[in-house]
């Protein structure tokens, strides 16, 4: 989450940065420009004031050496031009190879000539290669006798510009460096309690209502957060663990009268005759439900204090049970067929999945007068484990099968049948506490041919991601 934080920091503080340097940058490059462009204007003023004494006086070949002598020191060619365009004094040749690179400079020059003064250019950017043309008139007024003129190459100008804004750049960084060695750990410290309550409410969502968050750690505004959130698990752990403790009580404190009741029922059978004999098999019959539904309790409040996920290697789980399974559908005249593909590693619901595979096994066995039995596994999504047990009974139909997961729900037709309801929706309790479903399908095809259709209990696992 820090890294998401930085991602929104980060940006923000470099169009900052962008907004302070980019004017900056442009205020020193045309400092640099104007720097060069007042040295050039310097020197011209000066040639064009010895050129005006050389010319009143007829005396030019000092003034010619001097201008030679500035282009071999500087590379740059200066040149004194007549009124016509003519260059009077100066590196002839040097002077027009520069002047055909320079659209501009007959304008610049005719402007002199007038008696203008050149204006500072405008092409202060590194990547414009155009030189810098600077003429100064001799004489004054209507008397212009000529016009001094540098041509400059800036390249030096140009990567001094470039040097400043690389020294820019690198003061700018500083702050993003410091912004973001500041804030890594700041905001990991800002946000530890969040990740930790994630976490926390991650494990909680798997059925661990044991997990508290660290109070001590983080902002005070994320400290209360933490303190609250622990108080809000405590309340809920209690109230679960209370009923727990209850419908676990109950069922254990209702065991004995039950029992004491089912033995005086059964003490009474000898003084029994004609319909008190039928009365008695129903009271009878009554009580042993009772306590199955009592033992059903009990088992579903244990399994219900167990609620952790761990992986589990499923051949190790079938090697176990399979056998058992054989024997037990060969006892009831059916055929169970096992395709199951070796190395799957699924998440394990809490209380074992043999126990969550024992019970679907035993339903197809006692509720659905199936055939055949058939236990299947694949991978399938990736990452997703579905185990299917399928038979070719009796099915159940589409609106009974939106009721079966429901706990105590039986069908009409299995009333007669021992059981309490229970089974079903306790697997399929266990099974979502390790973050998978179980759902209920359509089954196999009946192998006699006649119409209907099985029932297929699947249950879908995650894969052990380690």
């Known amino acids: 989450m820090h890294r998401r934080l930085l991602a929104v920091l980060v940006p923000l503080a470099v169009l900052l940065v962008a907004a ?44 010619h050496q001097e201008l030679a002598h500035y282009h071999e020191l500087y590379g740059i060619p200066a040149a004194l031009i007549d009124p016509s365009g003519t260059v009077l004094l100066g590196p002839t040749a040097a002077y027009q190879r520069a002047a055909r690179a320079e659209p501009a400079l007959p304008r610049i020059v005719t402007a002199a000539l007038a008696g203008t003064r050149s204006e500072p250019s405008g092409a202060w950017a590194p990547w414009d290669d155009s030189a810098l043309v600077v003429a100064e008139p001799v004489g004054r007024d209507s008397e212009v006798v000529g016009a001094v003129v540098t041509i400059s190459d800036l390249s030096k100008t140009r990567y001094r510009i470039l040097v400043r804004w690389a020294q820019l750049a690198g003061i700018g960084l500083l702050p993003l460096i410091a912004l973001v ?46 303190e609250s959130f622990n108080t809000m698990m405590d309340a809920v752990e209690n109230a679960a663990q209370r009923q727990r403790d209850f419908v676990s009580d109950a069922s254990h404190q209702l065991r004995n009268p039950l029992t004491s009741l089912r033995l005086a029922v059964e003490s009474l059978q000898p003084h029994l005759r004609g319909d008190g004999e039928q009365m008695y098999d129903v009271a009878v019959e009554e009580a042993k439900a009772m306590q199955r539904m ?13 609620r952790r996920a761990s992986p589990v290697e499923l051949d190790a789980v079938l090697a176990t049970r399979v ?36 019970e679907l096994i035993s339903n197809a066995l006692r509720l659905s007068g199936a055939q055949v039995v058939e236990v299947s596994a694949r991978v399938d999504p990736p990452g997703v484990v579905t185990i299917a047990v399928r038979d070719d ?9 939106a009721q079966a ?16 309801g229970l089974g079903l929706a306790i697997c ?18 009946r192998a006699d041919g006649s119409s209907g259709h099985g029932l297929a209990a699947v249950i879908t696992l995650p894969v052990d991601p380690h």
């Open 181 to 226: 060695a500041v804030a890594w750990p700041v905001s990991a410290w800002v946000l530890r309690p969040v990740r930790e309550l994630d976490a926390a409410s991650s494990r909680i969502s798997q059925g661990d209502l044991t997990i508290r968050a660290d109070a001590e750690a983080g902002p005070v505004e994320l400290r209360r957060l933490a």
């Open 20 to 63: 302070l340097g980019l004017p900056l940058s442009v205020t020193v490059a045309e400092r640099e420009m104007q720097e060069t462009y007042v040295d050039r204007l310097n020197d011209v003023g000066r040639f064009a004031s010895l050129a005006e004494t050389a010319l009143s006086a007829g005396r030019t070949e000092a003034l």
């Open 323 to 358: 056998e058992r399974w054989r024997a037990l559908t060969a006892t009831a005249g059916l055929t169970l067929t096992v395709d199951v593909p070796a190395g799957l590693r699924p998440l394990e619901p809490p209380g074992g999945l043999g126990s969550v595979l024992d």
């Open 405 to 420: 997961l429901r706990r105590f729900w039986r069908s009409p037709r299995h009333q007669n049948v021992s059981g309490t």
């Open 428 to 445: 399929a309790d266990l099974v979502g506490a390790a973050g998978g479903e179980l759902r209920l399908e359509d089954g196999l095809a």
């Open 393 to 401: 009974g009796q099915g159940l139909d589409e609106p009974e099968r």
């Open 294 to 306: 009592l033992n059903s309790l009990q088992a579903s409040a244990r399994m219900d204090s167990i």
